[in-house]
């Protein structure tokens, strides 16, 4: 019998039977909604946290787990990834696909979606790739579980670039033989194009995308794909002339434009910083604390591309707070997916998606002990 007993909880603790109430214990919880608990435990039942506090007796019937010297932690929340799209992000045929929904394409059985677990992260923002002017939809999903249960957005922001990438290839001097004997060639065909369908959606006109139409009228968010300064000027640019919710991603010369951003209230998806000095995307000139000299700013900046936990410490190590840091990987994110009700902090009612650490997430020492999602254990430490 206690063999049996042991069996079954070493199963809900490895995720095959979820328990329905929960008791998890540490020497301190971050909760991202508040000064932390030192110590503290999270009730969880049905998926979903009940209770926060210092002390939290366990109810008979449920199960315990106690962190010891242990961190636990809101799971973290990519707001701008591609992991898991099979077959390619973009569709490339055209330059312009509005309604091409890029959850169409995800493998939910990727090892992508394997390895962002093991780092924390429980939540991403999928987006289609950069070969077009518009590229399509993006969709937010859960990083494991049920596949029903995993897509927590299946239509999000309506994603556009503002680079050379969709110029990138094109050639219209050439036989017609190839779909890349087309427009845009250059950034100015890159904004033409922008700024044409954006016109005619504004003007009503009858063949307009409905999404295109439902950005300007404020119903959906715009993810604008920018690295350069220039690029993210003419996307401020775009934003002045035509009223949509800007959201910037990529944002290597963000730092540049510090001041139009915060006066813009334009967010912005920072890529990963490289760990050595060197040349960014399309040239761009890098700094290392991109991400501190944005805050400082007042530019609400979310930390994406993977590896969360370790752009964090960097983004410290470089001059951003700490605290700054952990809500630009938990809280930040799920306000900007519009999922601040559900993800991000560690509160009543939010989604049980946690993260135990062996110790502080800033010790470079501290290990990711086991990554929950919806209350029920989805990854641990080998």
């Not at 009730?43 to 946290?49: E, H, L, N, S």
């Not at 994603?159 to 290839?169: C, L, R």
């Not at 993210?232 to 035509?242: G, N, Q, V």
């Not at 938990?330 to 560690?346: C, N, W, Y």
């Amino acid at each position: 019998m206690a063999r049996l007993l042991a069996v079954g909880i070493t199963l809900v603790f490895a995720g095959l039977v979820p328990a329905a109430e929960v008791v998890v214990k540490a020497a301190k919880v971050i909760t991202g909604a508040g000064a932390p608990l030192v110590p503290g435990a999270v009730r969880v039942k049905d998926g979903k946290i009940v209770e926060v506090a210092a002390s939290i007796p366990v109810p008979a019937g449920a199960k315990e787990i106690d962190l010891g010297s242990g961190v636990l932690m809101p799971g973290l929340v990519d707001a701008f990834s591609m992991i898991g799209i099979e077959g390619g992000a973009a569709e490339s045929t055209l330059e312009v696909t509005p309604s091409f929904r890029v959850l169409d394409g995800v493998d939910w059985s990727s090892r992508d979606f394997r390895q962002a677990l093991a780092d924390g992260i429980t939540t991403v923002a999928l987006v289609p790739g950069t070969d077009n002017v518009v590229s399509g939809l993006s969709c937010v999903v859960k990083t494991s579980g049920p596949r029903p249960t995993r897509i927590v957005k299946p239509d999000h922001a309506v994603v556009i670039t503002v680079s050379s990438d969709p110029a990138s290839g094109n050639s219209a001097r050439n036989r017609p033989d190839s779909i890349y004997t087309r427009q845009p060639t250059n950034r100015m065909g890159v904004i033409w194009i922008l700024r044409n369908e954006l016109g005619k959606a504004q003007l009503g006109d009858a063949k307009s995308a409905a999404v295109i139409k439902a950005a300007l009228a404020g119903q959906r968010p715009v993810v604008c794909i920018s690295r350069s300064e220039s690029d993210i000027a003419a996307a401020l640019a775009l934003r002045k002339e035509f009223p949509f919710a800007l959201t910037l991603a990529g944002g290597q010369e963000a730092y540049r434009l510090k001041s139009e951003l915060a006066a813009a209230k334009a967010p912005v998806l920072l890529a990963p910083t490289p760990t050595a000095a060197a040349g960014g995307p399309e040239g761009t000139e890098l700094i290392w604390n991109t991400a501190g000299v944005l805050h400082e700013a007042g530019v609400p900046i979310a930390l994406t591309g993977g590896r969360l936990l370790e752009q964090a410490q960097w983004a410290v190590r470089y001059g951003l707070p700490a605290d700054a840091a952990l809500a630009a990987i938990t809280a930040v994110p799920a306000k900007l997916l519009g999922l601040e009700s559900r993800l991000g902090t560690i509160a009543p009612g939010r989604d049980a998606d946690l993260i135990a650490l062996t110790g502080d997430p800033f010790d470079l020492k501290s290990t990711i002990r086991w990554t929950m999602i919806d209350g029920v254990i989805r990854a641990e430490e080998p």
